[in-house]
């Protein structure tokens, strides 16, 4: 038995999952984020599926609700049920060996994205000198949504946004955008 702990706001879509492999399914949610996108995929059962919705927009946040998740998963859940967290973020690394060294298989899976896509729009931030890049959050998500032809899709253009920031392409902070290249 499997048990999926998918971190939503990393990955952007569930339309490249099989959910049905899941007994159950627990999807976090970043508080910007008001639907989730599962594709034109259909399942012929019911999906057990728990969704916890993040009330607050803070760095981390959903990072620190989904290992709580984690932890008191590890405790309820039978001993045969197994751990998959479903993230691009390599931050669960080191919780994701504590879990299985304390006898709970785990494992992190991680989505393929279109790494052409990405390449674009790194490849159209750099073109441009560090002074002419978009220096506001707002700036930068308005970038990603014209070069990546994603205006109107929130959910796409937090994911380009969260895979930038994973790639350490840039950071953001209250006071704006940072480039590391």
């Given amino acids: 038995m499997k048990w999926a702990f998918i971190d939503y706001e990393n990955i952007g879509c569930l339309s490249k999952l099989d959910l049905s492999v899941y ?34 927009t803070q760095a981390n946040n959903l990072d620190f609700h989904l290992s709580y998740y984690l932890g008191k998963y590890t405790q309820e859940a039978a001993s045969n049920v197994s751990f998959e967290v479903i993230t691009n973020d390599n931050g669960f690394t ?3 060996a ?9 494992k992190q899976v991680k989505m393929v994205n279109a790494s052409g ?3 674009k729009l790194i490849h159209s931030l750099k073109s441009k000198p560090k002074e002419k890049r978009p220096q506001k959050v707002v700036s930068l998500r308005n970038h ?4 990546m032809k994603a205006k109107g899709n929130e959910v796409a253009i937090q994911n380009y946004l969260n895979q930038l920031v994973n790639q350490n392409v840039l950071t953001v902070s209250e006071s704006g955008v ?3 290249c």
């Avoid at 976090?28 to 916890?52: C, H, R, T, W």
């Fill in 117 to 119: 896509e990405i390449s």
């Fill in 23 to 56: 007994e159950k399914v627990i999807v976090f949610v970043g508080a910007k984020q008001p639907k989730i996108d599962f594709g034109d995929k259909k399942y012929e059962s019911p999906i057990n599926l728990v969704l916890i919705q993040i009330k607050a």
């Fill in 94 to 96: 080191p919780l994701i």
């Fill in 144 to 147: 990603i949504a014209s070069h």
């Fill in 178 to 180: 940072q480039y590391k």
């Fill in 98 to 106: 504590h879990i299985k060294g304390n006898g709970r298989s785990c």
